[in-house]
């Protein structure tokens, strides 16, 4: 784990699995909650948690693609990847692993 922290790469990759774990619990967990149960303080706490890691894979993203001269298409897909539930794990598994 240590590791992965020493390279802009390596905290894409951390960050991207944990935006992607935020995700499904946004969609999974948290809206469930707002709109079954009527707990809407569930959406406003992991969805604030995700938007922030949201704009952390989205700065990395730009920053390792810059670094590693990824082409526009890669870094587009890469963005695509953080919309669709499960996309940032394909992204890790596809393009992150260096």
């Known amino acids: 784990m240590t590791d992965l ?3 802009s790469l390596g905290r ?3 960050i991207a699995f944990t ?3 935020s995700y499904l619990i946004l ?3 948290a809206m469930p909650l707002k709109y079954i149960a009527h707990m809407p303080e569930a959406v406003r706490v992991v969805g604030m948690a995700h938007g ?3 704009v952390l894979y989205v700065v990395l993203l730009i920053q390792v693609a810059i670094e590693r001269s990824w082409s526009l298409k890669i870094t587009f897909l890469a963005f695509v990847a953080s ?3 499960f996309g940032t794990f394909y992204a890790d598994a596809k393009w ?3």
């Open 5 to 7: 922290l020493k390279t």
């Open 12 to 14: 894409l990759r951390i």
């Open 19 to 21: 935006e992607g774990v």
């Open 27 to 29: 969609l999974g967990i």
């Open 52 to 54: 922030v890691l949201f």
């Open 83 to 85: 919309l669709i539930p």
């Open 96 to 98: 992150f692993r260096g």
